[in-house]
């Protein structure tokens, strides 16, 4: 009868109660017994003995376990088995407790996104946090005000449907992310979806590998204006696939094309004498597809494996040569002329303390011939008294 008793008690409890804590919290387990000698205690740890090789380190003692600072790797489950000498060693095994640890919200963060609809447009407001377990209460104010909320149960990540029109200020919007221990703020977002216009730059970047030979051309298009710009690009007159691929490698052996920056840059690899073109990009609203492109002007673009002459290093070389100079030289002139201004001052301090003189005569007297100059009082004039 006492060993049947003994079984039925022997339970795993938990500090806090229920299991349920955040990151850097303390955890205590507990495997309890009606009696507290003749025991030995094996842990668990997902079904795993605990040794000291488990991951991550858990070092009980007797029958406590005890992590000063949880982190999300000791959420698991833990039990605990009971190695009793006066039931001739038989062991009795606790219920399984499963632990829970939560992480902390980081800030919340906001983008918004704009596409046609049928009848008009509409506009989308994406709120996130990159870590933090749920649940969480997010919610969107438009100018201070609430206008929608959620309650996130998996996903760390809520969309709201906003009403938004193309060229017109729709409000500053932010959100809000809550859980029982956080309160958290986004940053503000501008609800404005400014149209493409205006005029279209297109730069090009040439890239060397260490041999000096030409590894690759990048191409930058960067129009004035344009919340959701869409590029298409132009190899002599002739529309380049709007599915390209992502940017190649820099030592692929044929011509090869791809796309960074959501299409806003375009690189070209694979170099070879005679490569190359005339190349132009257009961008117009990416909502729209009716809308007009607005094209840069032609850009040759020279591709040659050949590497770089002897004479272009050395101009490289003393270009950047020359910089260093003309920096050293801006801080030797910057120098000096602090040098003056602190000579200066000093020079006006002595010239106007002649004045003041007569109110302390006899000390200041004796600190003048100390020095090697002298007041004489009836004539109001300085004048040099030879050093006795």
């Not at 221990?181 to 590998?209: A, C, F, I, M, N």
């Amino acid at each position: 009868m006492v060993d049947l008793l003994f079984v039925i008690r022997t339970r795993l409890t938990s500090d806090p109660n229920p299991p349920v804590l955040y990151e850097g919290s303390r955890l205590l387990l507990s495997c309890e017994a009606p009696v507290e000698s003749g025991l030995s205690y094996t842990w668990y740890f997902n079904r795993s003995v605990v040794t000291p090789q488990t991951a991550p380190p858990l070092r009980p003692v007797g029958g406590r376990l005890v992590v000063e600072r949880v982190t999300e790797q000791h959420a698991g489950r833990y039990s605990c088995v009971i190695t009793a000498r006066r039931t001739n060693n038989r062991t009795f095994s606790s219920r399984e407790l499963t632990v829970v640890v939560k992480a902390f919200l980081s800030q919340p963060r906001i983008s918004f996104s704009f596409s046609q609809a049928a009848g008009g447009y509409e506009g989308a407001v994406t709120c996130w946090t990159s870590t933090g377990s749920p649940p969480a209460s997010f919610s969107l104010s438009l100018d201070g005000e609430e206008v929608a909320s959620h309650n996130a149960t998996a996903s760390m990540t809520v969309t709201f449907p906003v009403a938004m029109e193309p060229a017109q200020d729709m409000g500053a919007a932010r959100c809000r992310v809550k859980t029982d221990v956080q309160d958290l703020w986004s940053e503000t977002q501008p609800l404005v979806v400014v149209p493409v216009g205006g005029h279209v730059e297109l730069e090009v970047e040439y890239l060397y590998g260490a041999d000096s030979k030409m590894a690759a051309a990048q191409l930058h298009c960067r129009p004035s204006r344009g919340t959701f710009p869409s590029f298409s690009w132009l190899l002599n007159g002739a529309g380049l696939p709007a599915d390209l691929l992502p940017a190649p490698p820099l030592h692929d052996a044929a011509p090869r094309y791809g796309l960074v920056d959501g299409g806003r840059s375009l690189v070209l690899t694979g170099v070879a004498p005679g490569g190359g073109g005339s190349y132009r990009c257009r961008v117009r609203d990416s909502f729209n597809d009716s809308a007009p492109w607005f094209e840069s002007p032609a850009v040759l673009v020279r591709l040659t494996a050949a590497a770089l002459t002897t004479i272009e290093i050395i101009s490289i070389s003393f270009c950047c040569f020359l910089l260093l100079v003309l920096v050293a030289g801006g801080v030797f002139v910057m120098l000096r002329l602090g040098d003056r201004r602190r000579a200066t001052s000093r020079r006006a301090s002595t010239t106007h303390s002649g004045p003041r003189l007569p109110a302390a005569l006899p000390s200041l007297t004796a600190q003048r011939t100390r020095a090697g100059v002298g007041y004489d009082a009836h004539r109001q004039t300085l004048q040099l008294i030879p050093v006795q």
